[in-house]
């Protein structure tokens, strides 16, 4: 099952005669760029267990490895 970073969005459109059309907006991390996921890790305001999510799945689905640095940039 692919992993969410996000909740669902219903977008409901309204047509001039009353009806409506509902699209659900799914985020799963296997549709978002690599670049876009290390920038959510690095943020600040992201929780942890959305980090957690993120790290397991960079290194699980994606291969990659991260290394942690400190804001003067050298690695621990």
């Known amino acids: 099952m692919p992993v969410k970073y996000k909740k669902d969005e219903i977008q409901v459109k309204r047509n001039?005669?009353?009806?409506?059309?509902?699209?659900i907006k799914r985020y799963y991390m296997q549709n978002e760029t690599t670049e876009f996921l290390i920038d959510l890790l690095n943020e600040e305001?992201?929780?942890?267990?959305?980090?957690?999510?993120i790290r397991n799945f960079l290194s699980h689905a994606?291969?990659?490895?991260?290394v942690r640095k400190d804001k003067d940039g050298v690695s621990q």
């Open 16 to 23: 001039a005669d009353g009806s409506q059309t509902k699209t």
């Open 45 to 53: 305001k992201t929780k942890p267990k959305l980090k957690h999510k």
């Open 62 to 66: 994606r291969g990659i490895k991260l």
